[in-house]
């Protein structure tokens, strides 16, 4: 679940982690998430993470990223629980994956409000701040998944309760902004 919560912030930086962990430590990586360790999808993962890394740099291009990205992200951390589960009942995978897309989805969902707000920025600094932080605590949040899941359940479960809290305060941010020019 670990792995589908930070497949909303950096999709492919969080699939090559897991394939990268899976091929190179003696991690074994549940249900049918071996997948994942194959040279094929480990490239793939990085060539697109070091295209997101970059693009995320870029206010403008940020946005259209996350906005074509929604439809990417969210789905593919679905897909992640389910193969986490991979060895379990069909029934215990259909509920991985429908949390795996709301974690995804939460995550994502936070990240892309988040960067309006900060994309807005008249400065160019704390966007590349915040996207660095983002992909730092993607990576950070596979391999704990991985290697301390008690500790990366305890994040996820703080991270959607800061969803829950900000998700109120973005939405009053976009809508005010989207009424100002008509008050001018």
């Known amino acids: 679940m670990g792995a589908s919560w930070a497949s909303g912030l950096r999709l492919y930086a969080a699939v090559a982690t897991l394939g990268l962990l899976g091929r190179f430590t003696s991690v074994t990586l549940p249900g049918s998430l071996a997948v994942v360790e194959h040279p094929w999808v480990i490239g793939t993962a990085l060539a697109l993470g070091?295209?997101?890394?970059?693009?995320?740099?870029?206010?403008?291009?940020?946005s259209a990223w996350d906005a074509v990205h929604t439809f990417i992200r969210i789905p593919?951390?679905?897909?992640?629980?389910?193969?986490?589960?991979?060895?379990?009942?069909?029934a215990v995978q259909a509920v991985a994956l429908l949390?795996?897309?709301?974690?995804?989805?939460?995550?994502?969902?936070?990240?892309?409000?988040?960067?309006?707000?900060?994309n807005a920025s008249p400065e160019p600094v704390s966007n590349a701040v915040v996207s660095t932080a983002e992909d730092g605590l993607a990576v950070g949040t596979v391999a704990l998944a991985v290697f301390a899941p008690a500790v990366a359940i305890a994040l996820v479960l703080v991270a959607v309760g800061v969803t829950i809290w900000l998700v109120p305060k973005l939405w009053r941010l976009v809508r005010g902004r989207k009424r100002a020019p008509e008050r001018a």
């Open 50 to 62: 070091l295209i997101e890394f970059v693009a995320d740099k870029v206010p403008v291009v940020d």
């Open 76 to 90: 593919a951390g679905a897909v992640l629980a389910w193969g986490a589960f991979g060895d379990f009942d069909p």
């Open 99 to 118: 949390v795996g897309g709301g974690l995804a989805m939460a995550s994502h969902g936070t990240k892309a409000g988040t960067r309006v707000a900060v």
